[in-house]
């Protein structure tokens, strides 16, 4: 499947009418960006079940500053809407496929209940 390119315009759609999607903020200027964009990709062809979309934070400058990005690369999952993941850094494939795996495990009926609980 190919990795998506996200705007503002259409984050929200994407996150909310998807099982599983994520979520790559990266810029060109970045070197470890660039260095972890093949294994995005990879990992993308290897669970075509999810969402891979990538944010350039120089042409989507919301929605890093929606999501407080401070450092790139930054990785978000999300699973029906809840964000399960974020963390800056370059993760290997072998962490990312562990992500992914883990994310498609997550009981969303049992984390809505314990949202609503914390409430």
């Given at each position: 499947m190919a990795i998506l390119s996200l705007t503002y315009q259409q984050f929200d759609e994407v996150v909310q009418s998807n099982d599983l999607v994520v979520?790559?903020?990266?810029a060109k200027w970045c070197g470890p960006c660039l260095a972890?964009?093949?294994?995005?990709?990879?990992?993308s062809n290897r669970h075509p079940d999810a969402v891979f979309a990538?944010?350039?934070i120089d042409e989507e400058i919301?929605?890093?500053q929606?999501?407080?990005?401070?450092?790139?690369?930054f990785l978000m999952i999300f699973?029906?809407?809840f964000a399960v993941f974020a963390e800056a850094g370059a993760q290997t494939a072998t962490q990312l496929d562990a992500l992914v795996n883990e994310a498609k495990k997550i009981d969303i009926t049992s984390?809505?209940?314990?949202?609503?609980?914390?409430?």
């Open positions: 979520v790559d903020f990266w972890f964009s093949p294994i995005f990709e990879n990992v990538k944010v350039n919301e929605l890093a929606d999501f407080a990005v401070r450092s790139i690369p699973r029906r809407e984390l809505r209940q314990q949202i609503q609980n914390q409430e």
